[in-house]
């Protein structure tokens, strides 16, 4: 393929100027209650989210709902969780990440550093346990994916399960229709090749950058930790209890944590950036309480 022909089709496959518009799509979708009433809004004012989202973020939808397969996900599970691409330490992982940036607005928006801190700095105000305040400076870091060379519709988005009906809940659903699985009668009823109340243990999830760093880290952090690095872009269930059919009494009971999280993740932008200099030491030390010394990607 010439040069030009390339770059168009990545940049028909990748419509996002960069991962952030989907999560300032989010926040449309789910603004900050306290911001709400600080601003003197109401919800109501929020409430015709489908028509004002951007077209790009669209697009990116539509590529996603399209594309994720039962099938495209054991691929990728089977490419990704061989860990086989690099070894490195959580530093050259988080500048490595950090060569992500917005092409649209280099100088305003936070890098990834940034986003990552400020969650594990809210979280840590707070008062919540070292390893949350870990998970939180983590849980984005499986975005490397785009770096990879996966296109953005893999890496980032709402994830949900693959290989039952995929829910009326889920944003711009509609696009599912162009889905193979919403017309294979193995995949298309509502469990599925699931059993009720199976467990999501069991369940296959859309691939993303959620599944990837939870596989990452299984070995080292405690459970909490690891369902809310899995479940954090489950928005279909965290926000919308679209799949409660498919959890078991567990799953309940953990993604309480789950919940207690995704504030942080959407809300903790902070107008005054913590400064990394100072926290690295303490981020030193809690990174050597749990993990090994370089971690395989
Ligand atoms: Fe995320
Ligand atoms: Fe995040």
Same mark, same amino acid.
């Given at each position: ?104 607005? !280099? ?165 005054? !950036? ?17 993990? !090994? ?5």
């Amino acid at each position: 393929m010439s040069q030009t022909l390339y770059s168009l089709a990545q940049t028909q496959n990748n419509p996002l100027d960069s991962l952030e518009e989907w999560e300032e799509d989010l926040l449309n979708r789910y603004p900050d209650p306290n911001s709400i009433v600080k601003e003197g809004k109401t919800i109501e004012a929020y409430r015709n989210y489908e028509t004002t989202t951007r077209d790009t973020v669209k697009e990116f939808y539509r590529l996603n709902h399209i594309k994720q397969t039962y099938n495209f996900v054991l691929q990728k599970k089977a490419d990704f969780l061989k860990f086989d691409k690099q070894e490195m330490t959580v530093w050259d992982a988080i500048e490595f990440l950090n060569q992500l940036v917005d092409d649209s607005d !280099p100088d305003t928006d936070l890098d990834q550093l940034q986003h990552l801190l400020q969650t594990s700095e809210a979280i840590r105000a707070d008062g919540h346990p070292d390893w949350m305040v870990l998970t939180g400076f983590l849980h984005d870091m499986g975005k490397v994916l785009c770096l990879f060379g996966e296109p953005q519709w893999s890496t980032v988005g709402d994830t949900y399960p693959v290989g039952c009906a995929f829910s009326d809940r889920i944003v711009f659903s509609e696009f599912f229709q162009d889905n193979p699985d919403r017309h294979n009668p193995l995949y298309n009823t509502k469990y599925g090749i699931y059993e009720p109340n199976c467990g999501l243990s069991n369940v296959q999830m859309s691939w993303g950058h959620d599944e990837y760093i939870y596989h990452m880290l299984k070995d080292y952090l405690p459970e909490p930790a690891l369902y809310i690095l899995r479940y954090h872009s489950f928005y279909p269930q965290h926000r919308e209890n679209a799949y409660a059919h498919l959890m078991d009494k567990h799953d309940k009971e953990m993604f309480k944590w789950v919940k207690l999280f995704n504030p942080y993740d959407l809300y903790s932008k902070n107008p005054n !950036p913590p400064n990394w200099q100072t926290l690295r030491p303490y981020y030193e030390d809690l990174a050597a309480k749990y993990l !090994p010394a370089t971690l395989k990607f």
